[in-house]
């Protein structure tokens, strides 16, 4: 047993710095990322469900970083997103997409008219609520690319919001400069829907988990009904995400969701194409 436990800890050791060194590898990769400009941002449309059944195709959009690695292909958020958190390379990366995303916003504007999205939801990850000068921060992007906070959405997940006093301190201060703020992934942390009133959240994202069931189980369903009610009860929006079929949309309009988006309506796409998009369901 004893033999066998040694070779379980070779085993255990070896995995662990392959790990070590898949991320220090991802880190320098990372680097040269963010120098040679090989990040990028695409948009989801984030579509309203008006009560007499159409869709608001212009309700908004949610940002979602890209990496075009040059061998790899694209690399997906979920591959680099937690190592940039590691070493710290989180805090450029989420200052490019703010940056980047209010830059667009601002130019479908322009472009669009009283068509052009009216709300730009960003992902933010805990190291960035962190820097103490962060709210500053987004407040220095927000005067210089001329967007109003009323249309920045900036979403955190459960876990995070539910934090320490200090991540609270930070998300009333950003709620003070008129910034939206959405709980991302409800349903899949810890928070419950009785905690919901402690968060300074103006809309409450329904996980994906629920969605793609909420045709097929009755518990789904069942979960996005309570939670809508109370969302609504406390006067926050709510918002279906991962909607992937016409029978999952029909669920969650029936549970009265304000807004839906995922797959079926587009997949994430770049800014020309989000253009493109929007003008389409107009036509
Ligand atoms: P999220 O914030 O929950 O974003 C929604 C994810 O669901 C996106 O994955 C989106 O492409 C995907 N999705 C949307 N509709 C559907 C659907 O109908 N079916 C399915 N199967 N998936 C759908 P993505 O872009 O891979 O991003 C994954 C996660 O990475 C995001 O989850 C977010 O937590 C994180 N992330 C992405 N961009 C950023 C960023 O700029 N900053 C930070 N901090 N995190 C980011
Ligand atoms: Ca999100
Ligand atoms: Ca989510
Ligand atoms: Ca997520």
Redesign the pocket.
């Known amino acids: 047993a004893k033999r066998a436990g040694g070779a379980r800890h070779v085993v255990f050791e070896r995995a662990l710095r392959e790990r070590a060194e898949r991320r220090a590898d991802i880190e320098s990769q990372l680097r040269l990322a963010l120098a040679e400009e090989q990040l990028f941002v695409v948009y989801q449309p984030v579509v309203g469900l008006n009560p007499n059944g159409s869709t608001d195709h212009s309700a908004g959009v949610e940002a979602l970083v890209r990496w075009q690695h040059p061998t790899r292909g694209l690399v997906p958020p979920f591959d680099f997103i937690g190592v940039a958190e590691e070493c710290g390379l989180i805090d450029q990366i989420g200052d490019f997409v703010l940056e980047r995303a209010c830059t667009d916003f601002m130019r479908w504007q322009a472009v669009l008219g009283l068509d052009a999205p009216r709300l730009m939801a960003v992902n933010l990850s805990r190291a960035q609520l962190a820097q103490p000068d962060w709210t500053a921060k987004v407040a220095a992007t927000l005067a210089r690319t001329r967007m109003p906070p009323a249309c920045l959405q900036l979403e955190v997940t459960e876990s995070l919001a539910a934090q320490d006093e200090h991540i609270q301190l930070r998300l009333h201060e950003l709620k003070a400069l008129g910034i939206k703020l959405a709980l991302?992934?409800f349903g899949t942390g810890y928070s419950s829907l009785s905690s919901l009133h402690l968060l300074p959240v103006d809309t409450v994202?329904i996980?994906?988990s629920f969605v793609c069931k909420a045709d097929t189980s009755h518990h789904h369903r069942v979960l996005i009904e309570a939670t809508v009610k109370v969302a609504q009860s406390l006067g926050m929006n709510t918002v279906a995400?991962g909607i992937e079929t016409a029978a999952q949309l029909d669920a969650v309009r029936a549970q009265h969701c304000a807004k839906g988006q995922g797959y079926l309506f587009s997949r994430p796409v770049v800014s020309d194409a989000l253009v493109d998009w929007i003008r389409e369901q107009r036509a």
């Open positions: 991302d992934d994202k996980d994906r995400e």
